[in-house]
């Protein structure tokens, strides 16, 4: 069975950092486009940021650009979100998909097939 799991939300003051993981097993990591999405409460779960299977290309929505990291360590099986000068806007709950195939640019939630079940990431002002 393949799953993800996401670790590392929590609540931080505005202008700090936090890292996310997300943890793949069931299947080589190195087979998955990952990406990360986000929920705020009252909002519908956007995109955030995705990587290619061997970590070549990335993706970032413009609200995050500049302040979040993608990377991914295949030996680990494990993809990151580093978040850096973070604002109560960036307040939502953060998921990690997955889908096995070629990566395509922006792709939207509905080409993933493999989700995590988040991870609250609260920044107070």
């Known amino acids: 069975q393949v799953q993800l799991v996401e670790s590392g939300g929590g609540l931080v003051q505005a202008g700090g950092s936090l890292r996310l993981s997300c943890e793949a097993s069931g299947l080589p990591s190195s087979r998955c486009v990952i990406g990360w999405f986000r929920q705020a409460p009252g909002k519908d779960r956007e995109f955030v940021a995705a990587?290619?299977?061997?970590?070549?290309?990335?993706d970032y929505a413009d609200s995050v650009k500049g302040r979040l990291t993608i990377s991914r360590d295949n030996a680990k099986n494990t993809v990151y979100l580093q978040m850096n000068a973070l604002k109560p806007e960036d307040t939502a709950v953060y998921y990690c998909a997955a889908y096995v195939g070629i990566y395509a640019t922006m792709a939207g939630e509905g080409r993933y097939d493999i989700w995590g079940q988040g991870t609250q990431v609260t920044v107070s002002s």
């Open positions: 990587i290619s299977r061997r970590g070549s290309l990335s």
